[in-house]
């Protein structure tokens, strides 16, 4: 069984999945994360673009969730801090829209999800690449509290940069991912829509869990 959480970026829609996942004992597939070694591995090629799709099917990559983190691994390699950086995340969006990055990344995650059951967060999951989630959410909070949110985040991580620049980073990737061509963000018709500006933490995870654990619930009686 797959579950989805869809939204912008800073919506806190992987923390949240991290923290059902981990509450709930299922596992956590992070698929931005995904985009993010993609786009380490761009950068790594200096951006050349032929370059980095031969690399790209040639490499591994590779994922595990423990300890209430995933772990990202690039050809045995774990980035999983790697690909938090600002460098990264100013460049994922223009990797993340091209096709063939999108084509390569979403068959890694319909093959990965085939047994057990799992909760993901993206931005196209529910329209694109899991259109038959068994349930499906859209995150949403207003911008001033999603770059207030991943401020935090990134100076948790020892990084300098200043709230500005991290706020105009997220602008400016919401411009990208809803105007893309391929797979633009937008809320599935059947999600469900949480707005998380006025939520706390501990009330958009019980919000979803419950929800989970509800049709969980069904699915054995029947």
Do not use: C, W
Not at 126 to 137: E, H, R
Not at 157 to 165: A, H, N, S
Request: glycine share 4%; net charge negative; proline share 2%.
């Amino acid at each position: 069984m797959i579950v989805v959480i869809d939204g912008p970026a800073g919506s806190g829609k992987s923390s949240t999945a991290k923290a059902v996942a981990a509450n709930l004992q299922i596992q956590f597939l992070d698929s931005g994360a995904l985009y993010r070694v993609a786009t380490l591995l761009y950068l790594d090629v200096n951006k050349d673009l032929p370059q980095f799709f031969d690399t790209l099917k040639e490499s591994e990559i590779s994922f595990h969730f423990k300890n209430e983190k995933f772990h990202a691994h690039l050809n045995g390699r774990d980035v999983s801090d790697q690909i938090r950086s600002m460098e990264v995340s100013e460049h994922v969006s223009e990797v993340a829209s091209n096709p063939d990055v999108r084509a390569h990344v979403n068959d890694l995650m319909r093959e990965v999800v085939k047994s057990d059951i799992y909760i993901a967060d993206g931005r196209d999951l529910g329209t694109a690449v899991f259109p038959d989630a068994a349930l499906k959410f859209f995150m949403v909070a207003d911008l001033d509290t999603r770059a207030q949110r991943r401020f935090q985040e990134v100076k948790a991580q020892g990084k300098d940069v200043t709230l500005e620049e991290v706020k105009q980073n997220i602008a400016g990737r919401d411009e990208k991912d809803s105007n893309r061509d391929s797979d633009p963000l937008k809320k599935a018709d059947d999600a469900i829509l949480v707005d998380t500006s006025e939520m706390t933490f501990e009330e958009q995870v019980t919000f979803i869990s419950e929800k989970i654990e509800r049709l969980i619930s069904t699915q054995k009686n029947n």
